[in-house]
């Protein structure tokens, strides 16, 4: 089955615990990206990927990482977490860039920050 | 499920009836725009997408109208039911390297059985 897969799906941290999020997809997707979903503020991209090696910049990356060494995985690494980092996050890949084909959205992963 | 409706305008409806979804986007250079549907604990899925060089399309049960004039995009749902029940959202890319889309705050339709 085709899918973008995150883990973890929920997940409580403290203040400056580092930790990642996984995403990986079965669909062979060229670009992949993170968002954050916030009442009242809708989705808004921290980082993207067009291919392997290739990262950028989204609206909100202040406090994210990420890489991509592999076409499948693109995962999402929150060096020091801080209570404003409290959000929903998903995971989405498209086999073209963002604009020029559907995007594949993963579960979300729910991330508690105390 | 997760609280992504808070603070959202909310269309109720009555099963059967036809809804429809109404965002304007920002970018008069957008010209690509998708509908995406989120279900209670769900991330978004794809519903039905539209170029700029097109005004209507069709999907099943669902209908995507653009009008550039004033930026502003529709969603008609014919025949609502309460699977519908969701939280939706429009999208827009303005094209570019960066392949951004860049999304609505969302609409939730709540269908009454």
């Known amino acids: 089955e085709a899918q973008v897969t995150q883990n973890p799906r929920y997940l409580i941290t403290v203040t400056g615990k580092k930790l990642t999020v996984t995403c990986s997809q079965n669909?062979?997707?060229?670009?992949m990206s993170w968002y954050r979903q916030d009442p009242g503020l809708g989705l808004r991209q921290i980082y993207y990927s067009m291919n392997v090696e290739v990262t950028d910049k989204g609206d909100v990356p202040e406090g994210y990482k990420v890489s991509r060494k592999e076409k499948r995985n693109f995962p999402l690494i929150l060096e020091s977490p801080s209570p404003n980092q409290t959000s929903l996050y998903f995971c989405?890949?498209?086999?073209?860039?963002?604009?020029?084909?559907?995007?594949?959205f993963g579960e979300g992963s729910r991330l508690t920050v105390l | 499920g997760e609280s992504v409706g808070l603070h959202l305008p909310t269309l109720s409806v009555q099963e059967g009836d036809n809804s429809i979804i109404n965002c304007a986007y920002s970018n008069s250079a957008s010209d690509y725009f998708i509908w995406y549907k989120q279900e209670s604990g769900k991330g978004p899925q794809f519903i039905i997408d539209?170029?700029?060089?097109?005004d209507k399309r069709q999907g099943q049960r669902v209908t995507v109208l653009l009008n550039k004039t004033v930026k502003h995009l529709s969603l008609q749902i014919a025949a609502t039911q309460p699977g519908d029940s969701a939280v939706y959202f429009c999208?827009?890319?303005?094209?570019?390297?960066?392949?951004?889309?860049?999304f609505g705050k969302g609409t939730k339709l709540s269908v009454k059985p």
């Open positions: 989405a890949s498209s086999f073209l860039a963002g604009g020029s084909g559907e995007l594949f």
């Open positions: 669909m062979n997707h060229e670009y």
């Open positions: 999208a827009e890319n303005s094209g570019g390297s960066q392949g951004n889309l860049i």
């Open positions: 539209i170029r700029s060089n097109m």
